[in-house]
């Protein structure tokens, strides 16, 4: 039978009609007497419309969730959610979400489903994953999913099959500044925007690609403390409209810029040499190679003029240490992001921001921040643990080269799940098993992953639509959205140590289950149920909790629970403040800060400003340097991309509200360019290149590179399935070549294109 009969949640008021079908242990019903039934309420929850997963407050009138705001308890978050948070009840009620497991019955990609129950969906999954096993080893599956607590579950499922092959979509997303922290500083760090006076910006869409914490922190510091905002990017976005100065930079040139404003800081003496001398080690190396990087030399490649590098150079060291440069968030503009990334740490450490109001700071979890106030200011989580999980010998497929050692933990090189399963490189690939990923529009080479997943033995996603992706699985499990269901209590501490927790907000509709208890349900049916040995996610909440019940409710109830006060170690002030706090406290150093306490997790326990141990995992890349990326032909416009406001990357263009907003992307294309093919503003045109061929119109504007064109991303899809959002607008998926960057393992999402009027 057809999915349009089948699948669709048939009919009006589906939201309270269906909601008897499930309900499941751990349910909010079960916490501390929260109702979600009868009156109106409101229920403290996380939004998962993207993965910022900010805190919300539902409100639910008669069971049904009728509105979403920010929890006004999260002051950063300043009580509010962004368009897409604010979306959730349409994505909720949305008569095309999938509420029942579907099997394929036709060819893969055809469309053509069939309703089936959980336990034949179990029974037929257990069977398959169990005689890969059996045939190619457990090695043979790959199983990834978007990071945070969905990953968890699946990943523990993968743990106790045998596979070591778990990834996330960190290599499309923020792989690069990841993997190039882990090298300088030896783990993640974050940036206090908030308190910035001068903020230097190289395409991190804040005003569109919304993180509402940075995004707040980004308008607090321009509206209540005047900051200045200078932003390089290849076109006029919404954050370069409401900066101080727009450079319209050549992309994937960023690194010169960064590299020249670090010359001139050292050449003019404008770095910060008391602490360079305290905290760096690879300065003088670092020095030397940045000393032919001048802003002549940036300007030839970027089209950032000199002079104007020069004054932002002395303008920022005038700002300091209050004064940042932004590392970005999506980290895919060039291969070459661990150099660029790298760069832009490097930018901060000479000014010494680091632990500073407004420049960069290390997450202080709670057992950190007891350390340092020498009593328990805030109780720690417990990891609930299993025992004899089965020994993996197989090595990970991306685990081919020795440069990559850094990303392993984090998620792996997603991508390579591609060429393991087409090339057999290294080995062969069986069966794909994905949780909230939709790879066909956010990996790139859409027909390289549609070749993937057609020559796999077996393919399951778990999803809440037939997105692209799951739309080629041979098995779909329809999850609960996020406002139907609980997970583990969230650390999101920053400056001071945060808890927060998912809580099911409304009743499950159709049947539909949380992922954890899916992964459970299906590792009980694949004889593999004695490594999850919880019951609910009530019974995992109190392990978190270490079974301190008045903690676990403070989080349910308030949904936002934070301890102490911020804490930076070399801000006096703040550390002062600490001391008079508590009795216990560490003492400060003689200039009243904790200055003396900051180390870093590298080899040398300083910042690697340059490095022995990049060095010898990819020789040649110890100091950092200036490499030569030819990103498209001569002859080829570069074609970049970027999120918009009012959708989530390859995720919300089928949701209701959304997709009446906004539904497809015209190109972006610079008035001179566009004369030159002919091009009028919404002109039909076809958008090319050797990796694929796509269809849209044009958008003529002078808020653009002429050697450029730019698309939002995530339209286009193509499967039949998502009626509100396939065949509308330019998939930018299918136009992006595959490939893996060195180090960082990232994607790339600029590429070389044509483009004619049709
Ligand atoms: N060309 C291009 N590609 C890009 C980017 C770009 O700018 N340009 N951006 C990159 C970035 S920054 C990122 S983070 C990645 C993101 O790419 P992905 O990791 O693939 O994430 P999303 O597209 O956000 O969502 C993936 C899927 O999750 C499903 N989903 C939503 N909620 C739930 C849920 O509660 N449970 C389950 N099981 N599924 C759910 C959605 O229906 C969707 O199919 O894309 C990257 N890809
Ligand atoms: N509304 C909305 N908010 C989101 C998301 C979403 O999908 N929608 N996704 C969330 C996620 S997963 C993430 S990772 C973040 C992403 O946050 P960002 O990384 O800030 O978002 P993007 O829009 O992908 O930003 C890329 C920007 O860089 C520009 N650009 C492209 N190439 C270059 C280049 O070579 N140099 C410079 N300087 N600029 C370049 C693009 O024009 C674009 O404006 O947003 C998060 N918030
Ligand atoms: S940024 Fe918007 S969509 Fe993303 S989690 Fe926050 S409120 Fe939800
Ligand atoms: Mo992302």
């Known amino acids: 039978m057809k999915l349009d009969r089948r699948t669709f949640i048939k009919g009006a008021g589906i939201g ?35 993965s910022t997963r900010c805190p919300i407050s539902a409100r639910v009138v008669n069971g049904k969730n009728v509105f979403i705001m920010g929890n006004d308890k999260a002051k950063a978050f300043g009580g509010a959610v ?46 398959k994953l169990n005689s890969i096993k059996a045939e190619y080893g457990p090695e043979a599956v790959a199983f990834s999913s978007k990071s945070g607590s969905l990953a968890g579950h699946l ?39 908030s308190n910035s006076k001068y903020i230097i910006n190289f395409g991190h869409n804040l005003y569109e690609g919304i993180n509402m914490s940075e995004t707040r922190g980004l308008m607090k510091a321009q509206m209540d403390k005047n900051a200045k905002l200078v932003v390089f990017e290849p076109r006029f976005s919404v954050v370069a409209d409401k900066a101080d100065e727009w450079f319209a930079i050549k992309p994937g040139t960023d690194v010169t810029v960064v590299l020249a404003i670090c010359h001139v800081l050292i050449k003019d003496n404008l770095y910060d040499k008391a602490f360079v001398e305290q905290y760096v080690e690879g300065f003088e190396d670092f020095a030397k190679e940045v ?34 440069v932004d590392y970005g968030h999506r980290t895919t503009f060039t291969t070459e992001e661990f150099e660029l990334r790298r760069s832009l740490y490097a930018a901060n450490v000479l000014i010494g921001n680091i632990e500073r109001k407004g420049g960069l700071y290390f997450g202080k979890k709670a ?71 939709n790879p066909m529009q956010t990996m790139t080479d859409r027909a390289r992953v549609v070749a993937t997943m057609k020559k796999l033995d077996f393919v399951v996603s778990c999803d809440i639509y037939i997105s692209e992706s799951a739309a080629y699985a041979d098995i779909i499990l329809p999850e609960s959205t996020y406002l139907e269901r609980d997970e583990e209590i969230a650390d999101k501490s920053s400056k001071n140590p945060t808890y927060y927790v998912r809580q099911q907000v409304v009743e499950t509709i159709g049947d ?26 009530n019974t995992l909440q109190l392990f ?106 390859g995720a919300t263009q089928n949701v209701p509200i959304l997709a009446n907003l906004m539904s497809e992307n015209d190109v972006w294309i610079n008035p001179i360019t566009a004369g030159s093919l002919n091009i009028s503003h919404g002109d039909k045109i076809k958008i090319y290149n050797d990796t694929g061929t796509e269809e849209g119109r044009a958008l003529v504007t002078p808020g653009i590179r002429p050697d450029t064109v730019f698309a939002y991303m995530g339209c286009g899809s193509k499967n039949k399935e998502l009626t509100r959002a396939t065949g509308k607008g330019v998939h930018c998926g299918n136009l992006l070549p595959h490939s893996i960057a060195p180090v960082t393992g990232m994607t790339l999402h600029t590429a070389g294109v044509k483009i004619v009027k049709i």
């Open 16 to 50: 309270t009609a269906s909601c008897a079908l499930a309900s499941f242990p751990g349910s909010i019903a079960a916490l501390g007497g929260v109702k979600v039934k009868g009156s109106a309420e409101s229920v403290a929850s996380i939004c998962e419309m993207c």
């Open 82 to 127: 962004c368009a897409r948070g604010g979306a959730g009840h349409s994505q909720l009620y949305d008569k095309q979400r999938l509420v029942k497991p579907l099997k394929r019955i036709g060819e893969r990609g055809a469309g053509e489903w069939a309703e089936i129950e959980w336990d034949e969906a179990y029974q037929i999954i257990a069977k």
């Open 155 to 193: 990943f523990h499922l993968a743990k106790a099959y045998g596979s070591p092959n778990t990834f996330t979509h960190i290599t499309t997303c923020p792989g690069g500044y990841v993997v190039a922290a882990n090298a300088m500083f030896g783990s993640k760090i974050k940036r206090d925007l």
């Open 291 to 324: 000393e032919s990087y001048t802003p002549q030399w940036a300007e030839s490649i970027s089209d950032v003029p000199a002079k104007d590098i020069v004054r932002i150079a002395h303008e920022y060291a005038a700002a300091a240490p209050h004064a940042v």
């Open 367 to 437: 057992s950190t921040y007891n350390k340092y106030a020498g009593e328990t200011v805030a109780p720690t989580l417990a990891k609930p643990g299993v025992k004899n999980l089965p020994q993996i010998n197989a090595k990970r497929i991306d685990m081919v080269d020795e440069q990559y050692s850094l990303i392993w933990s984090s998620g792996g090189i997603y991508q390579t799940i591609l060429d393991a399963t087409l090339d057999a490189k290294p080995y062969q690939l069986h069966a794909w098993i994905m949780s909230r990923s």
């Open 512 to 537: 539909t289950k949380p992922s954890w208890l899916i992964w459970k349900e299906l590792a009980d049916k694949m004889s593999l149920g004695e490594y999850f040995p919880w019951d609910n996610m």
């Open 544 to 649: 978190q909790a270490n079974k301190d019940t008045s903690f676990l409710n403070k989080v349910k109830q308030d949904g936002w629970v934070s301890y102490g006060k911020p804490l930076l170690l070399r801000e006096p002030s703040m550390v002062q403040n600490f001391v008079a706090q508590y009795p216990f406290a560490k003492p400060a150093d003689d200039d009243g800060t904790y200055a003396s306490y900051l180390h870093f997790k590298t080899p040398s326990g300083k910042i690697e400003l340059s490095s022995n141990k990049v060095e010898n995992m990819a020789p040649g890349r110890g100091v950092i340097k200036y490499r030569e990326v030819a990103l498209k032909k001569s002859d080829e416009l570069f074609f970049i991309q970027g999120k918009v406001a009012v959708h989530t990357n």
